[in-house]
């Protein structure tokens, strides 16, 4: 089945013990990107990649990392999670050009 | 920044009726496309249009785009209580092949 997976579905940790949220599709996409959801806010996009060793910023990449060694794999690093980025998650993959696939989401709180 | 916003914020209509939301954008784009959300699950793809494209359909939905007025539409005809969701205009940019969300309407369809 084509999807985007997500792990983990929640997560609570306190402030400043690092994390990794990955995210993984199996449809051999190119482009891969990460949003956080908050109330009123819609969906934010932090980071995205066009292929592997490609990542760029997007409209939220402070205190975030990325990396994209593989295609399918693309995970979220928080070096030293804040309680600002208690939030809803998305990792996205699609073709250029094309739809995206989301994952299902990874609730964070940071306390 | 945000590159789309959808009109209105929130629309409560009754079962069998029509329910119409708007989407405003700012820059040159490749292709619109719409999301559904239902609540804090992942956004699942509805429609795209390209920007040479007028309109498109897909069962009960119908979008439009007007590229001299930068907006789209996003018809859903003889709405289901099952139609209740948020619904997010996202575009993408003719400078990359990053995708730009709005902030989303909600939509509530009352049986």
């Known amino acids: 089945e084509a999807q985007v997976t997500q792990n983990p579905r929640y997560l609570i940790t306190v402030t400043g013990k690092k994390l990794t949220v990955t995210c993984s599709q199996n449809?051999?996409?190119?482009?891969m990107s990460w949003y956080r959801q908050d109330p009123g806010l819609g969906l934010r996009q932090i980071y995205y990649?066009?292929?592997?060793?490609?990542?760029d910023k997007g409209d939220v990449p402070e205190g975030y990392k990325v990396s994209r060694k593989e295609k399918r794999n693309f995970p979220l690093i928080l070096e030293s999670p804040s309680p600002n980025q208690t939030s809803l998650y998305f990792c996205?993959?699609?073709?250029?050009?094309?739809?995206?696939?989301f994952g299902p989401g990874t609730r964070l709180t940071v306390l | 920044s945000q590159q789309g916003e959808e009109d209105p914020q929130a629309l409560s209509i009754q079962e069998g009726e029509n329910a119409t939301m708007n989407c405003s954008y700012k820059?040159?784009?490749?292709?619109l496309q719409w999301y559904r959300q239902n609540s804090g699950r992942g956004l699942v793809h509805l429609i795209l249009?390209?920007?040479?494209?007028r309109e498109k359909h897909s069962g009960r939905l119908r979008v439009t785009l007007d590229t001299s007025k930068k907006s789209s539409s996003l018809l859903i005809t003889a709405s289901r209580a099952a139609d209740t969701a948020s619904y997010f205009c996202a575009t993408e940019e003719t400078s990359g092949s990053r995708l730009t969300f709005g902030e989303g309407t909600q939509l509530t369809v009352n049986p």
């Open positions: 820059t040159s784009i490749n292709n």
């Open positions: 449809m051999n996409h190119e482009y």
């Open positions: 996205a993959s699609s073709l250029f050009g094309q739809e995206q696939f």
């Open positions: 249009i390209r920007s040479n494209e």
């Open positions: 990649s066009m292929n592997v060793e490609v990542t």
